[in-house]
Structures are given as C-alpha cells and as structure tokens.
C-alpha cells in the first residue's frame, strides 16, 4: 500500500489498522482516504484543527461526479469520528457538511432473452484443455447463479460444497452485504447446471479437498475478476457492450454483473404482473430471497417494467439532451 504523506499520516493508517481488525475490506476505504491525504498535501496543510469551510473547498475542487465525491466525503466523515473518539478531535468537521445532489441511477437491464444469449455466450467460450475447461465450467455456474437466482457476484463465489442441498435443490447463502443468511431454492435448470459441473469435477479431479462449491486453484474459490472478465468478454460478444452515459441529470449505467441482479428482479416482478397479480404484494417474498434489509433496496426495483422500458427513456433523455 502507498504511503500517506500529510499530516494526518499517523492516524489514517491506525484508522486503516482498525478498520481491518473490525474484518471490513480496505477498498475502496483506502482509494478514498489516498485521495483525502493528497488534498490535504497539495493545500499545504499544517497540523491543527481542521474546519468545516476546509471540508466544502475540498468538495467543490474534487473534479469527480457528484456521486463519487460524496462517497469520499461520506468516508471523511466516518474517518472523523473515529479521530472524536481518539481523542484527536473535540468534534466532527464534516458533521454538518450536505452532499452534493446526485443525478438519478439508471441500471442497465438485460431482457430475458438478452440473458439467454449473455449465458450461451459464455458457454461458448468454455475451452477444452484439461486444466482450463473445470474453471471456465465454474465461472459460468457461477455467471447462471447470477443470472438465474439473483446472487451478488460474491455470493456464488463463496459458497461451500455443503451449502448445496441437491435432494431439495436449495443453496445456503451465509453472512451477505447485510450480514444475513438466507436459504432460497434454486429453479431445476440451475439445479442441473450444478449437479454438471460437479459431476465433471469429481471426474476431472482425482483427490478433490476444495471446501468450495466452485472450485478455483490450490483449495481456493474463484476470484472475482475471473468472473467479471468472461462477462464483459461475453457482453462484447453478443453486442451489448455500452458506456456509462451522463445525460443530463440521469446516469445511464454500463452493463455491468450487478446488472444481472437488478434484470432478474425486474424479470421476477414482470412475470408477477403478466400473471395477474400485484408486484408491490410480492415484494416481501422478493427482498427475502435477494437478501434485502429493507424492502426499500427492493422497491427500486419496480422503476422499469422491463428491458424495454429503460432503453426507451435512455433514448428519449438522449434525444431531449440533443436538442437543447
């Protein structure tokens, strides 16, 4: 890791050190306190207490979106508590500063058919060879899993052999972004997904000891640039790939693994609403299943009906921008 050089040195890294015994990852913690340190030697900054109007200068100099400088603010702050409860400070500098206003998150959605062709493309791109062939088989169980299930990209990756339940087709999923377990079952297509992969696998491997329901190397699970390169490779393939845009105040997110948790969703509440039923009354049963806190991570959700929906405002917030 990179050193800080301001003054503030000492306390960031026993701040980092904290954090990390607290089991919290150091990205983007550290990306955002690298970028604070910095500030803070490019102004020169002299030990002694630092004041709000500091704080505001900072925000209005960080040529970032407005959504990224909040991040670093928001770390800034939590940053600053830290130091009241050191000690360091009698109080937080950041307390009262106001975020800047962000434009609307608009993520892309993959059709049903879209995901369809996104899957097949990474099947084709399963290569042959003895030592390749397990791993790019587990990456695209785990890219079905997302796809099919809406799993976070890391939850597929940390699951154990024991938290498939192949007689009840159900996989365990322990301790997610908002540290809760859930059990949820998995449609019959995944289930024969899985039971092929590790069918191959105990084929293929001889004295099997990997703890992880998706084997990588040396008793490890995969990684998760693994499974984001055969994404974006597979994205390119079926000609999907597009730029994040800013149009205006709306931002139109690039596809990206996420996004096939948030098409899976939107392709649950669809099927609720063509049935004949209400989406809203589904909404429990849904945040259950994805591992919500709040039904309010879920209701965002119903903002597109589908696919079609999204990249019909993409194109009438493009085409209003054109002719300003």
């Known amino acids: 890791m990179r050193r ?18 607290l089991g919290y990852a150091k990205s983007p913690l550290t990306s955002h306190l690298r970028t604070f340190d910095r500030y803070l030697k490019e102004q020169k900054s ?22 990224s400088v909040n991040e670093i603010l928001s770390t800034v ?13 009698a109080q937080n500098p950041l307390k009262d500063i106001p975020p800047l206003v962000q434009g609307t998150a608009v993520p892309f959605v993959f059709s049903p058919r879209q995901a369809d062709q996104l899957l097949n493309a990474v099947g084709k791109r399963l290569r042959k060879t003895h030592h390749r062939f397990l791993t790019d088989l587990a990456i695209y169980t785990a890219i079905v899993l997302m796809a099919r299930c809406g799993m976070r990209i890391k939850e597929p990756l940390r699951l154990l052999r024991s938290d498939y339940r192949s007689a009840e087709r159900t996989v365990y999923i322990e ?3 908002f540290k809760k377990d859930r059990l949820i079952p998995v449609p ?13 696998r105990s084929a293929l491997l001889c004295d099997d000891q990997n703890p992880y329901l998706l084997a990588g190397k040396r008793q490890k699970p995969l990684r998760d640039y693994q499974v ?11 000609a999907l ?6 149009i205006g105040n709306m931002i139109f997110s690039a596809p990206t693994p996420h996004s096939l948790r948030h098409s899976f969703a939107i392709s649950t509440l669809r099927r609720i609403q063509q049935r004949g039923r209400s989406p809203q009354n589904a909404l429990p049963v849904l945040a259950t299943y994805m591992g919500h806190s709040e039904y309010k991570h879920t209701i965002k959700y119903l903002k597109f009906v589908d696919a079609e929906q999204r990249q019909g405002l993409a194109d009438f917030v493009s085409s209003q921008n054109e002719q300003l």
């Open 4 to 21: 800080f050089r301001s003054f503030l040195a000492p306390q960031l890294r026993e701040y980092i050190t904290y954090r990390q015994h």
């Open 46 to 67: 002299a030990p002694g207490l630092l004041q709000p109007s500091f704080f505001l200068e900072l925000r209005q100099d960080l040529k970032l979106e407005a959504r």
């Open 77 to 89: 702050r939590v940053f600053f508590q830290f130091m009241v409860r050191r000690g360091y400070y």
């Open 175 to 177: 301790k997610t972004k």
């Open 188 to 200: 019959e297509s995944v289930a024969v997904e899985i039971e092929n992969y590790l069918a191959v």
């Open 228 to 238: 984001r390169r055969r994404f974006h490779q597979a994205v390119k393939d079926i």
């Open 241 to 246: 790939s597009r730029p994040r845009q800013v």
